[in-house]
C-alpha cells in the first residue's frame, strides 16, 4: 500500500466522528469524540459565535448535539480545508444564511371546501362506530 493511501487512509479515520445519541456532553466528551484538547473547544467558543455550550450549576460547560457537530464542522474547516479562524467564521456564516434561505416546501394548500368536506365524513365515520355500542 503506498504512504499516500496509507495517510488518506489515517486521515478518514481521523475525521470520522460518530456522536452518541446523548442531550448533553461534557467538554471532556467532546475533546475525546473530536480528538482535540479541551483548551482548543474553549478557545472556539471565543472565537464561533455559534459554539455556545450551556452551563450547568457547578459552571461545567455542557455541549448539545448541535454544539458537537459544529465543533465537527470547525475542525473540518480548519484542518482539513485550510480555512483561517476568519475564513471558517465567514464560511459558517454562510452556511446559516443558505438555511435561512431556504424556501419552505410546496405542499398543497387545502382548500375550506376539502377541509369541511373531510370534516363531514370524520362525523359519518364517528356516527358510525358510536352506533355499534
Known amino acids: 500500500m503506498s504512504t499516500r493511501a496509507k495517510s488518506m487512509r489515517k486521515k478518514n479515520r481521523s475525521t470520522e466522528v460518530v456522536i452518541p445519541e446523548k442531550l448533553y456532553f461534557r467538554i471532556g466528551e467532546v475533546a475525546r469524540l473530536c480528538r482535540l484538547p479541551a483548551y482548543v473547544l474553549r478557545f472556539w467558543e471565543t472565537e464561533f459565535p455559534q459554539l455556545k455550550p450551556v ?5 461545567q460547560r455542557m455541549y448539545r448535539r448541535r ?3 459544529s465543533v465537527v464542522r470547525i475542525k473540518k474547516l480548519l484542518y482539513e480545508d485550510g480555512f483561517t479562524i476568519a475564513g471558517a467564521r465567514a464560511q459558517l456564516r454562510e452556511d446559516q444564511k443558505s438555511d435561512r434561505t431556504q424556501s419552505a416546501l410546496p405542499f398543497p394548500r387545502q382548500s375550506a371546501v376539502n377541509v369541511a368536506y373531510l370534516r363531514h365524513e370524520l362525523r359519518e365515520i364517528l356516527h358510525l362506530l358510536s352506533a355499534r355500542h
Do not use: A, L, P, R
Open 55 to 59: 452551563k450547568s450549576s457547578t459552571g
Open 67 to 69: 454544539d458537537v457537530e
